[in-house]
């Protein structure tokens, strides 16, 4: 159970974002992905952490792990990319898929974009 009665300890939102392909070709991808629920304070302080230049240990990635639980719905070449560690890892070495993540990590705790996030 969440913090309030009635709320849930994880939410699930919608990712849309666009990704270079070969030859530079776009595609739009969509897919659902998990998370823990946090309190707001906790997340705007994880965002400021993130933005302090002397804070190395928080990171775009380390929100990430931190904060999934699943995806689905994400397409690759082979059909849907399972949920696992080690494709977490590869699309967070991916510009686009750590960004799209980490941003929808900030609409659903925060109800907003994460506009002030370090590149």
């Known amino acids: 159970?969440?913090?309030?009665k009635g709320t849930a300890d994880t939410i699930t939102v919608n990712v849309s974002t666009k990704i270079t392909e070969d030859l530079g070709k776009?595609?739009?991808l969509k897919f659902k992905v998990k998370f823990?629920?946090?309190?707001?304070?906790?997340?705007k302080a994880l965002i400021a952490r993130m933005n302090d230049a002397d804070d190395a240990e928080v990171t775009e990635a380390t929100i990430i792990r931190d904060n999934i639980i699943d995806w689905s719905d994400l397409q690759g070449d082979g059909g849907e990319v399972p949920f696992n560690a080690e494709n977490l890892s590869t699309a967070l070495q991916h510009p686009e898929y750590r960004m799209a993540l980490?941003?929808?990590?900030?609409?659903a705790q925060l109800?907003?974009?994460v506009t002030n996030s370090k590149n």
Request: without cysteine.
């Open 1 to 4: 159970m969440g913090v309030l």
């Open 26 to 28: 776009v595609a739009q």
């Open 36 to 43: 823990k629920t946090r309190e707001y304070d906790d997340a």
């Open 102 to 107: 980490f941003t929808a990590w900030g609409e």
């Open 111 to 113: 109800r907003r974009l």
